[in-house]
């Protein structure tokens, strides 16, 4: 029996839920699909509240926005069957057996990361960096994941033993966008729960503007650093600047960030974003921020 689980905000998940509902008719097991949405605007929750039409489906929507920690916690509350699925809702699954991958591979552990794919489909000009970063980064067969398997963790795809998640639950500390699942893995692994990491991804579909995705990028780095006592050595980029720091250096990124950062983001704004030109970016503006928050 599973509970799929989507947390949206300002996003049209119908055709993911109803993907969702035609695979699960098809397991011969009770699957439940509740989706909360995270006080959007009322545009788009129209579409929404269509799956209420379908059976065993829930749209809740929240008065208030309670953000990404809380409302997967949330969730997990309202659900009935002992595996939930959670799901992003810019998400679309590749394969037609995507859930009856999920349950087999939940037999062997007791929780299973099926991966991420972005469709193949030049961007514009304003989509270019979330569309290579994903590309370069993001996409990972089950091999290359199983390297660093708790490192390699992600919320937005993973089916989880409903007990075990109790035991854990997301950090609600974390309020601000960026590195919930990164403790989440951590934790994990600090209590030496089973992950397995399968080939069974996911589409992303929601791909950010340019802008959109710097300004998250920004407040992930923010969170980093705010949380940095929990999260070091499991975000590459804080380690490193927190190096760097360490030998004086961090003045010399301020002081190149200054001068750089309207040419870096010229470049990350482009047609060819230059991803290693995204890594110092992400350096200098820990940098910046850094400087601003005395307490660190």
């Keep these: 029996m599973l509970s799929i689980l989507i947390p949206t905000y300002n996003y049209n998940c119908l055709s993911l839920v109803e993907e969702l509902h035609q695979q699960g008719q098809k397991l011969g097991i009770s699957v439940e699909i509740i989706v909360a949405d995270d006080n959007s605007k009322e545009e788009n929750k129209q579409e929404n509240r269509k799956m209420n039409l379908l059976p065993k489906c829930r749209y809740i929507e929240l008065d208030q926005n309670i953000g990404i920690a809380r409302i997967r916690n949330f969730l997990a509350d309202q659900a009935h069957y002992p595996y939930i699925l959670f799901l992003d809702s810019d998400t679309m699954p590749v394969t037609k057996d995507f859930l009856a991958r999920y349950i087999e591979a939940g037999k062997s552990a007791d929780v299973v990361c099926g991966g991420l794919k972005i469709r193949r489909k030049k961007p514009d000009k304003k989509h270019t960096l979330r569309y290579y970063y994903g590309i370069k980064t993001e996409e990972k067969n089950s091999d290359e994941r199983k390297k660093n398997p708790y490192g390699q963790f992600v919320s937005s795809s993973f089916l989880i033993n409903r007990q075990i998640f109790q035991q854990i639950r997301f950090n609600e500390n974390f309020t601000q966008y960026g590195h919930e699942d990164t403790f989440f893995g951590k934790q994990l692994q600090t209590l030496n729960i089973s992950l ?50 360490k030998t004086g250096l961090h003045f010399l990124l301020q002081a190149g960030f200054h001068i750089s950062n309207n040419l870096m983001l010229k470049n990350l704004t482009g047609e060819h974003p230059n991803l290693k030109i995204f890594a110092l970016y992400k350096l200098g503006y820990l940098s910046i921020i850094d400087k601003k928050q005395h307490k660190f």
């Design 196 to 245: 397995l990491h399968i080939n069974n991804p996911i589409y992303h579909e929601g791909i950010d503007t340019n802008d959109e995705f710097l300004e998250k990028t920004h407040k992930s780095l923010e969170n980093s650093l705010r949380h940095k006592d929990i999260l070091i050595k499991h975000v590459r980029i804080l380690n490193l600047y927190l190096k760097l720091k």
